[in-house]
């Protein structure tokens, strides 16, 4: 095997790591989830890092409200006008 096509199969089996690892936090958060009432709808890959479509939720307007109290006080503070969202 010469240096070119060592450097492409290691290239691969990063590739396979990453997704590996990316599946296996996505099934983690599918099970939290899944405890606590959400539906999921299915899981996408984005540049190795899963993206996990849901049913809306009473949990999401919580996380929401949790997040924007967090960022709130930064928007302020840098000018930035929180929305509300999608409905």
């Known amino acids: 095997m010469n240096e070119k096509s060592m450097s492409v199969h290691h290239e691969d089996v990063s590739t396979n790591n990453h997704l590996i690892a990316a599946m296996t936090q996505a099934e983690a958060v599918i099970q939290y989830l899944t405890i606590k009432g959400v539906s999921v709808k299915g899981v996408i890959l984005h540049d190795c890092k899963p993206v996990i479509p849901i049913e809306h939720h009473t949990l999401c307007e919580q996380l929401l409200k949790r997040?924007?109290?967090?960022?709130?006080?930064?928007?302020?503070?840098?000018?930035?006008?929180?929305?509300k969202g999608h409905s």
């Open 67 to 83: 997040l924007r109290r967090i960022i709130s006080p930064l928007a302020k503070t840098h000018g930035v006008v929180l929305s």
